[in-house]
């Protein structure tokens, strides 16, 4: 008991030396001093003792507590002159800054192009990013001996199905959510997917492992190629100004027949010919196409009845355009130098 009374002690009188206000002190004389105080606590535990000890530890008790008062008085007083400085509150300093934080240029394009589809009465869907082979290849007409699976080596799980096959992959590209929205909502169908997607690349300036696509289908009797041209003149309108003009030449995509690369008059020379449109005048933005027939049955729609367009945009390619980025791997890097300018 002699120990806590010294500790009860030097706690006191260690706090009173940091006084500063009237608020505090009081606070102080609550806790230490006041009826249910803790020097009160203490002394009530006396009566517990044996009446030698007793007579002891309550001479030390009552030692330290005319000597804690007076050092409160003191305190108290020297408060209410002024000799202790009190604590001051310059409310004009200026605040502490939070950094704001802000969405990544891939988002911000991402956003554009929901509104953009959004207002022509688009759903936005979404999809698993860890796939089947058989959405990912086969039902988009890419059997497993298909080489077209070439173009798009990719991470496998180490997972295999009943066959023995390997099964399950990072999605190479958004294009097997077609599949499942088919399955999902049938026909008619408008909808945009966008997503990130994973290939097993040799990583350069224009290559990345991880990057992020925008799929698009629309479906419904009598869907045919002048939609899908207006429907990317109007998509290139909107990113890259009313100028804009979309020229569509011939690309194999084994989803799609007819199947197309879409390109744009180049933003920054306007079709003069320029660096970032390799002197051609033109960039290359979006693979896109008429849904092959199989493709549909393999989403339960009847191609007899109903057809499709089909599109898909590289996200990546599309901030690093509009925002003059030169490395695609600066999406992926976490360098705030790079995040901290859009
Ligand atoms: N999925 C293709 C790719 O990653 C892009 C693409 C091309 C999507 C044509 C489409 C399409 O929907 O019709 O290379």
């Known amino acids: 008991m002699k120990n806590k009374l010294e500790k009860l002690r030097a706690d006191f009188l260690q706090e009173l030396g940091q006084v500063k206000n009237s608020e505090y002190l009081r606070e102080l004389e609550l806790k230490y001093l006041s009826r249910k105080g803790e020097l009160s606590l203490i002394m009530g535990e006396l009566k517990d003792l044996s009446v030698d000890l007793r007579r002891e530890v309550g001479e030390l008790a009552n030692k330290i507590k005319v000597e804690l008062q007076t050092r409160f008085e003191e305190v108290s007083r020297q408060l209410a002159e002024g000799s202790i400085k009190k604590e001051l509150i310059d409310v004009t300093l200026p605040g502490e800054t939070l950094a704001d934080g802000h969405l990544s240029p891939i988002t911000?394009?991402?956003?554009?192009?929901?509104?953009?589809?959004?207002?022509?009465?688009?759903?936005?869907l979404d999809g698993p990013e860890l796939e089947s082979d058989y959405y990912n290849?086969?039902?988009?007409?890419?059997?497993?001996?298909?080489?077209?699976?070439?173009?798009?080596?990719t991470f496998y799980l180490d997972h295999k199905n009943k066959e023995g096959q390997y099964d399950l992959v990072m999605r190479t590209q958004t294009s097997p959510?077609?599949?499942?929205?088919?399955?999902?909502?049938?026909?008619?169908?408008?909808?945009?997917?966008?997503?990130r997607c994973f290939r097993c690349e040799a990583t350069d300036a224009r290559h990345e492992h991880t990057f992020y696509q925008v799929e698009g289908i629309m479906i419904d009797k009598n869907i045919n190629f002048s939609h899908l041209k207006s429907?990317?003149?109007?998509?290139?309108?909107?990113?890259?100004?009313?100028?804009?003009?979309?020229?569509?030449?011939?690309?194999?995509?084994?989803?799609v027949e007819p199947g197309n690369n879409g390109e744009y008059t180049c933003f920054l020379c306007q079709g003069k010919g320029c660096r970032v449109c390799k002197y051609t005048g033109w960039l290359e933005i979006v693979g896109a196409g008429l849904i092959h027939p199989d493709v549909l049955r393999a989403g339960g729609i009847d191609p007899e009845v109903y057809s499709g367009l089909a599109f898909g945009f590289?996200?990546?390619?599309?901030?690093?355009?509009k925002y003059n980025i030169s490395d695609v791997r600066l999406f992926n890097s976490g360098d705030l130098k790079f995040l901290e300018q859009f």
């Open 177 to 195: 959510v077609q599949i499942r929205s088919m399955q999902k909502y049938g026909a008619p169908l408008k909808a945009i997917i966008p997503g």
């Open 314 to 321: 590289g996200l990546n390619r599309l901030a690093m355009l």
């Open 137 to 153: 290849f086969t039902a988009l007409n890419m059997p497993p001996t298909h080489p077209a699976r070439d173009m798009q080596d």
């Open 108 to 124: 911000l394009v991402q956003n554009e192009l929901e509104d953009l589809f959004n207002s022509l009465g688009f759903m936005i």
């Open 231 to 255: 429907l990317l003149e109007i998509v290139g309108q909107r990113l890259f100004g009313a100028g804009t003009k979309l020229r569509m030449r011939p690309k194999f995509f084994p989803f």
